[in-house]
């Protein structure tokens, strides 16, 4: 599987903030971005993902942008709150268009993002 | 989306024993993933479960330990063999669902192993 880098490791955002969370991939061949949410003692939870033939979606205070020339995506998460506070993960396969096609996911190793009230 | 369901949902395993891990879906899904994170780290990939075939292994996993197990579009098994300490994990099964103009991924809750 093809590496996916991500970054901060670790994120402290007051409350109300932006937090913004960077991935970088290698494998052009992907083409499904998704991110997820965890929290302790659970399964990653689907949070937002996007493919790359658009540059940004948004979905309530969540919002996914693809640079795609640069093989970057990034979460943003606006007026942050402590709820927020969770262990990030951004990943990538090869899912395909028509259904049924997927490919496992490649993770990047996370983001312990804490919001301070 | 789908309602994913995992069986035991934890347990504490003796070294040298094996643990099959069980994986309910309410909707029919072609394919099915198995993952495991480990303590502190990342999802890893274990091998892709479709239905009717062999389960393919990802690198550094190998179907000797890892038993897969298909029978149906809505049910699989993961058997942990001959287990040790490292295979202190959480087992994640995860389905890929055909929604609006694309295909998303689920997982479901975990099974939280322990082995002593």
């Known amino acids: 599987q093809q590496q996916v880098k991500q970054s901060p490791q670790s994120l402290i955002v007051q409350k109300g903030g932006i937090s913004i969370i960077n991935c970088a991939y290698e494998?052009?061949?992907?083409?499904?971005f998704p991110w997820y949410q965890q929290f302790p003692g659970k399964g990653p939870a689907l949070l937002i993902a996007i493919r790359p033939d658009v540059s940004e979606k948004k979905e309530g205070r969540f919002t996914i942008s693809f640079n795609k020339s640069a093989k970057q995506f990034s979460l943003h998460i606006m007026d942050s709150q402590p709820g927020d506070s969770a262990t990030y993960f951004c990943?990538?396969?090869?899912?395909?268009?028509?259904?049924?096609?997927?490919?496992?996911?490649?993770f990047g190793k996370g983001t312990h993002l804490i919001i301070q009230p | 989306s789908a309602v994913i369901s995992q069986k035991p949902s934890r347990d504490i395993c003796q070294r040298g024993t094996s643990l099959t891990i069980q994986c309910q879906v309410d909707?029919?899904?072609?394919?099915m993933f198995w993952y495991r994170q480990q303590p502190g780290q990342s999802l890893t990939l274990i091998a892709t479960?479709?239905?009717?075939?062999?389960?393919?292994?990802e690198s550094g996993f190998v179907i000797d330990k890892f038993p897969i197990s298909r029978p149906n579009l809505t049910f699989s098994t993961l058997t942990v063999s001959n287990m040790s300490p490292e295979d202190s994990s959480i087992y994640l099964c995860?389905?890929?669902?055909?929604?609006?103009?694309?295909?998303?991924?689920?997982f479901g809750p975990g099974t939280r192993l322990t082995v002593l």
């Open positions: 494998n052009t061949a992907f083409d499904y």
């Open positions: 479960a479709n239905q009717g075939s062999e389960a393919t292994y």
């Open positions: 990943a990538a396969s090869m899912l395909g268009y028509s259904g049924g096609g997927a490919d496992g996911l490649t």
């Open positions: 995860s389905v890929v669902f055909w929604e609006g103009s694309q295909d998303t991924q689920y």
């Open positions: 909707s029919q899904v072609t394919m």
